[in-house]
C-alpha cells in the first residue's frame, strides 16, 4: 500500500505561481512514476505532468512550459512548480502513484484545490 499527501494548493492570482507537494509513505520502493492530474468542474481528469523513477517528465500540452514536475527521492517527495498561472489551471489536483508489487497498482492523493482567480 501507498499513501499520498498532498499540500501548497491555494488561491492564487492570475499570472501568480504556487508549488504544489505530494508526499508519499508505505511501501515506496515498489513506486515506479509519480505524476499529478487535475480535474475541474464539469470535465474529466487530465494529465498534468509525470516523473519516472529515472528522471523522464511528461507533460499536457496546455501546461508545457509553465509548469515544472521534480521529485526528491530522499524525501519520497514529488513537486509541481506551477508558474503564470491562468483561471483555466483552476482545479482539484491529485497526486499519482504507479507502483509494481507484483502487478501493477495505481494510488491516488485525496486531491487539492487550486483556484486562479483575481
Known amino acids: 500500500q501507498v499513501q499520498l499527501v498532498e499540500s501548497g494548493g491555494g488561491l492564487v492570482q492570475p499570472g501568480g505561481s504556487l508549488r504544489l507537494s505530494c508526499v508519499a509513505s508505505?511501501?515506496?520502493?515498489?513506486?515506479?512514476?509519480m505524476g499529478w492530474y487535475r480535474q475541474a468542474p464539469g470535465k474529466q481528469r487530465e494529465l498534468v505532468a509525470t516523473?519516472?523513477?529515472?528522471?523522464?517528465?511528461k507533460y499536457g500540452d496546455s501546461v508545457k512550459g509553465r509548469f515544472t514536475i521534480s521529485r526528491d527521492n530522499a524525501k519520497n517527495t514529488v513537486y509541481l512548480q506551477m508558474n503564470s498561472l491562468k483561471p483555466e489551471d483552476t482545479a482539484v489536483y491529485y497526486c499519482k502513484a504507479d507502483s509494481f508489487q507484483s502487478g501493477i497498482y495505481y494510488y491516488w492523493g485525496q486531491g487539492i484545490q487550486v483556484t486562479v482567480s483575481s
Open positions: 516523473i519516472t523513477n529515472g528522471g523522464s517528465t
Open positions: 508505505g511501501s515506496v520502493f515498489s513506486i515506479y512514476a
